[in-house]
């Protein structure tokens, strides 16, 4: 383990349903990230959140709902998604201010059916 | 624009053999770099970093190589093992505590 914890590992869900992706860092850490990455693609930034406030939105599609109810803790809120979005979806902190990397987590493997 | 990326997204080696993985950045003002490596089904793992006040930086099997005159970052692995194989991603730090800059990775296999 890394110190951030994702759950769940593996999801797979229909187009009309609502589900949510949990991330946990133990790092102490004060700013957190949501990814995602597709097949023989690049690390695509989805959410920033730095101190609790989200400070980055790429331009998501509003079905994707990120929530930051603390330092430690990260959300990704997923309803009517698209078989587009199957993913892999990674969550990442780091501390700001500290030249130094990303933890990131094993991420969650999204289906979408 | 600002760019991190890396000159081939593949790259097999023999089994004890050593390998080099390069990546081109384009942001002269970055100040610290990382290597990622990525193995199928898991998160990127940390393997080694290195600050732009330095050039080379060593660590277990791993080697990374700075040239900031031509904006070039390099990874060696020496004695390459199957449990190698992954992709590898380089990240740039283009200011202090900042937002990292990922590459597009560079998958490594090693033939046994």
């Known amino acids: 383990e890394t110190g951030v914890t994702q759950t769940p590992r593996h999801l797979v869900m229909g187009m009309t349903n609502k589900k949510s992706l949990k991330c946990e860092q133990h790092l102490g850490h004060n700013a957190m990230y949501w990814y995602k990455q597709s097949a023989k693609k690049p690390l695509e930034l989805m959410f920033v959140?730095?101190?609790?406030?989200?400070?980055e939105n790429n331009s998501v599609p509003s079905r994707f709902s990120p929530e930051c109810p603390n330092s430690s803790h990260l959300f990704l809120h997923l309803h009517t998604l698209q078989p587009e979005d199957s993913a892999l979806y990674l969550c990442a902190s780091s501390q700001v201010g500290s030249p130094s990397g990303y933890t990131f987590g094993s991420g969650t493997r999204l289906t979408v059916v | 624009g600002e760019s991190v990326g890396l000159h081939l997204p593949t790259l097999s080696v023999q089994e004890g053999d050593n390998s080099i993985i390069n990546c081109a950045y384009s942001?002269?003002?970055?100040?610290?770099f990382i290597w990622y490596k990525q193995e199928s089904g898991k998160g990127p793992q940390f393997i080694i970093d290195i600050r732009s006040n330095m050039d080379k930086r060593q660590g277990q099997r791993v080697t990374v190589l700075l040239n900031k005159t031509v904006k070039h970052l390099s990874l060696q692995i020496a004695a390459t093992q199957p449990g190698d194989s992954a992709v590898y991603f380089c990240?740039?730090?283009?200011?202090?505590?900042?937002?990292?800059?990922f590459g597009q990775g560079t998958e490594l296999s090693v033939k046994p």
């Open positions: 990240a740039e730090n283009p200011n202090q505590g900042g937002k990292l800059i």
């Open positions: 959140y730095s101190l609790e406030e989200r400070v």
């Open positions: 942001n002269s003002a970055s100040d610290y």
